[in-house]
């Protein structure tokens, strides 16, 4: 597919992909380092992810690195020790990029370390807007069944984001796909 094609891809709900990027740009377009966007869940940048003092001060017992092993972002057990459990998806920040792929799988994750007494969820890649956006916009869909603009709108509301078009498309065809599964 073209990125013509690509960037007017029809989503459920009549939204394109390029519609669905004019609500990204809609409201601040700025970010924090770190943002809670649902309770206990967290999104944020690989600064806070390499600060093992920042995790202690808000409580993170589970990390989840979009970015695994990527320049700046090699999070792995070994640094974060038994206090923290690792989950790491070694996506690359590109439209071409496969990320549908770990949307169930990182799903499950987080809903399974929220489950826990306590636990707090870091979801990280290297800048926070793309590859943890989408990994956690995948998750509000898939466990919490919002649409994929509900689920856009909810992060919006607490921390700027922006899918690149290749992981929106991805977003779509899995909004698509829980729709036609409920």
């Not at 707090?120 to 466990?143: D, E, K, N, P």
């Amino acid at each position: 597919m073209n990125t013509a094609q690509q960037s007017n891809a029809v989503c459920p709900a009549t939204l394109s992909v390029k519609d669905l990027v004019r609500v990204l740009y809609g409201g601040k377009r700025f970010g924090n380092h770190v943002d809670e966007v649902w309770p206990n869940l967290f999104i944020g940048d690989m600064s806070v992810a390499n600060d093992r003092y920042s995790l202690w001060k808000l409580g993170v017992t589970h990390v989840l690195n979009g970015a695994h092993g990527k320049m700046h972002c090699q999070g792995s057990h070994d640094f974060y020790g038994s206090a923290v459990d690792y989950y790491g998806v070694p996506a690359e920040d590109s439209p071409s990029f496969d990320l549908s792929r770990y949307f169930f799988p990182s799903a499950e994750y987080i809903q399974s370390a929220l489950d826990t007494t306590g636990a707090r969820v870091f979801v990280h890649c290297a800048v926070g807007v793309s590859r943890s956006a989408s990994l956690v916009l995948a998750y509000l869909m898939i466990r919490h069944h919002y649409t994929l603009l509900e689920a856009i709108n909810k992060v919006k509301e607490r921390r700027w984001i922006f899918p690149n078009r290749g992981f929106l498309k991805q977003l779509c065809a899995l909004d698509m796909k829980l729709r036609q599964t409920s």
